[in-house]
């Protein structure tokens, strides 16, 4: 198509669509993406301009836009059964997602509660632990714990559990906030210091805090080796091992956030393995739909499954909304599942992840590049920019340079990441490396 029907459709979506997490002024100057379609690891235009999608759009595309074996098994369900309510009905993908979710947890977590997306996830973690407790006789136990630099959603009882100013400073008044630990990223390592030594401080602040308050906190929430909105903050396993210890000793229930590093991002299915601990909830979205629907699902210990099975309705669990356990949504995580099951999908990432990190080394001797860091598929690195007014600017600037260079890349204030579908090949990897050190010194001229 020509220029003018792009044009058309970028006037008409800021005259109409409200874009998320967006200054909307900001776009009279900063580039829309009018994508008309998706293949593989790229997302082209009207004009058939083409952008790396980098950052999976938004951390979910696992497996590249217009997956052919997700949409078989998309049309073939769309012929069966779009939708029932999960409230009185069950269906086989619901069934089938909850068997196959356990048993990946070796069945420490037995009982999946189906959502839309991870802030929904979060609030119903944080309203099964305080329900739980108090079916149990523990009215008390009503406060919630959060890292520091923490980012869990951006719904009322999420921005409690989150530590980010930018998300929550404007709704303060109706949020109810958590305490705040401190982090183990392992960036706040001091001379001498390892990750893990870092891990043990900020553990100490948890027992701390745990030692005070310990009989009036149901949970404490994190995301297990990576705060990814933190700008991918990324710290030592022992951290979760250590926080599964603090919350048995004070019987405290552990959440883990895995929406976004989950499904593989760290180099296991599950984030937890790494310590070698199950939580006793766990949170999961973005990837596990494989980028095509929105569902979320909450895996629970049968603990807390139990505190609420009763003949009294009042101390059963009562959230819901219309599209519980969609049965589209489901299918498109089974077909996700059926692609990490049949193509060894987290042995491929660990050797694309090994080519990737090889071909973006180059960047740890740039004067002004600190902490080039890796957590199984998700890469990072902190642009030194001294002036501030400058440092400001950088997002934008590099997100500009990026799409002149065929990359979708969205930084994180100063920080650059990379979170790219599992599907890109040799070529695409060096593309990705070597375009994305063009696009930081293309951007560092513009700030000089």
């Known amino acids: 198509m020509n220029t003018l029907a792009t ?107 189906f959502a839309s997306d991870g802030a929904s996830a979060v609030e119903i973690a944080l309203k099964m632990s305080f329900h739980s407790w108090k079916n149990r006789g523990h009215d008390g136990k009503r406060e919630f714990v959060c890292v520091a630099n923490s980012y869990h959603g951006e719904t009322i009882g999420a921005l409690g559990v989150t530590d980010v100013a930018l998300f929550k400073d404007a709704y303060d008044p109706l949020i109810r906030n958590a305490h705040v630990v401190a982090s183990p990223d392992a960036r706040l390592a001091r001379d001498g210091e390892t990750a893990a030594d870092v891990a043990r401080r900020a553990l100490e602040d948890v027992r701390t805090l745990f030692d005070a308050r310990g009989k009036q906190i149901a949970a404490l929430i994190v995301e297990p080796l990576v705060q990814c909105a933190a700008g991918m903050a990324m710290h030592d396993p022992s951290y979760i091992a250590g926080l599964r210890a603090l919350c048995n000793q004070y019987d405290v229930h552990l959440i883990a956030d895995e929406i976004a590093v989950g499904c593989g991002r760290t180099g296991t299915f599950f984030a937890c393995e790494q310590a070698d601990v199950w939580p006793d909830l766990l949170c999961l979205s973005k990837g596990i739909s494989g980028g095509y629907l929105p569902l979320s699902i909450v895996l629970s210990r049968d603990e807390i499954f139990a505190a609420f099975y009763h003949d009294d309705t009042a101390r059963g669990f009562l959230h819901s909304h219309s599209y519980t356990g969609n049965p589209l949504a489901c299918r498109a995580a089974l077909a996700t599942l059926d692609l990490f099951a049949s193509d060894s999908v987290l042995a491929m990432n660990t050797k694309k992840s090994a080519t990737l990190r090889a071909a973006l080394e180059p960047l740890a001797a740039h004067p002004q590049v600190r902490h080039l860091r890796q957590c199984g598929t998700i890469f990072a690195f902190d642009a030194v920019i001294d002036d501030p007014q400058q440092a400001k600017t950088f997002s934008r600037r590099f997100f500009e340079n990026a799409l002149r260079r065929e990359l979708l890349l969205r930084p994180i204030g100063t920080t650059v990441y990379l979170m790219p579908p599992y599907i890109l090949d040799d070529a695409e990897l060096a593309l990705l490396a070597s375009r994305t050190r063009e696009t930081f010194d293309a951007t560092l001229e513009e700030v000089r």
């Open 7 to 113: 044009e058309d459709w970028v006037t008409r979506s800021l005259r109409a669509v409200w874009h998320p997490c967006t200054q909307m002024k900001h776009h009279e100057r900063l580039p829309l993406i009018a994508v008309a379609r998706g293949a593989g690891a790229w997302l082209y235009d009207q004009e058939g301009r083409r952008y790396l999608d980098a950052i999976s759009s938004w951390w979910v595309n696992l497996f590249g836009h217009a997956n052919p074996r997700i949409n078989t098994a998309l049309k073939d369900q769309l012929d069966t059964l779009e939708h029932a309510m999960l409230a009185g009905c069950t269906h086989e993908p619901a069934i089938e997602l909850a068997e196959r979710l356990q048993v990946l947890t070796q069945h420490a977590l037995g009982h999946a509660f």
